[in-house]
């Protein structure tokens, strides 16, 4: 099965950096995937993660450690409009090819 | 990039209603699409794997005679919420990949079901 674990909420101010952590446990890992969701709206990737390591796509920062099964979204220069749910999502390669598995989202509130 | 359309963008019927779902892939070939529902707060929850040309793979406790799926080409799926009672009511998102492992799934826009 699978376990994936994020905190709820978090606040963050416009401007600043934050960082969101994501832990999982699964028997098949096979890539993890960052994605944003506003509300009532679906979700849009952000960044994807299958080795060890940082992948930086501007001002949007996903890290892997496969051995401590844990990775975390760094947002930088916080704007107003990064308000929204950010969902971590697992692979696993043992149940399909493609199959996520989403964690229950960290809805971040930006304030001015 | 790739597009995944979904329709209708909201539902609203009465109990007892059967309600049919389609999700399109745009501009790419999509052999595999997924279903998810969302309830109010909280995150995505797979139902089921559409396989174009063979029968879903359904994820536990989801009921295969009440969700009904066809993907009869490689560009559509479809998913049937038959005989909806109000607890059916939520947020049905579909996706869909390229292919190959680098590939993230792309999300239609989803529909909003609201059963009276």
């Known amino acids: 099965g699978q376990n994936i674990d994020q905190p709820t909420e978090m606040t963050a101010t416009e401007g600043a950096i934050v960082q969101i952590n994501c832990t999982y446990q699964t028997s098949g890992f096979n890539g993890l995937f960052w994605y944003q969701q506003h509300a009532g709206e679906a979700p849009t990737f952000l960044s994807y993660n299958v080795l060890d390591g940082l992948e930086e796509k501007g001002r949007f920062s996903s890290f892997l450690s496969r051995s401590k099964g844990y990775s975390y979204l760094l947002l930088k220069e916080l704007q107003m409009k990064d308000s929204a749910s950010y969902l971590c999502?697992?692979?696993?390669?043992?149940?399909?090819?493609?199959?996520?598995?989403f964690g229950t989202g960290t809805r971040l509130t930006v304030i001015p | 990039g790739a597009v995944v359309s979904q329709h209708p963008s909201r539902v609203i019927c009465k109990s007892g209603t059967s309600v049919k779902i389609e999700c399109r892939s745009l501009?790419?070939?999509?052999?595999?699409m997924f279903w998810y529902r969302q309830f109010p707060k909280q995150s995505l929850m797979l139902m089921a794997t559409s396989n174009e040309g063979s029968k879903a793979t359904y994820e536990q406790g989801v009921e295969k005679d009440k969700f009904l799926i066809n993907h009869a080409s490689l560009t559509l799926s479809t998913l049937t919420v038959t005989s909806a009672h109000p607890e059916d009511s939520s947020f049905y998102i579909c996706?869909?990949?390229?292919?190959?492992?680098?590939?993230?799934?792309?999300f239609g826009d989803g529909t909003r079901l609201s059963i009276l």
């Open positions: 501009d790419f070939q999509a052999t595999t």
């Open positions: 999502a697992v692979r696993d390669g043992l149940t399909g090819a493609n199959n996520l598995f």
């Open positions: 996706s869909a990949s390229v292919g190959g492992d680098q590939r993230p799934q792309h």
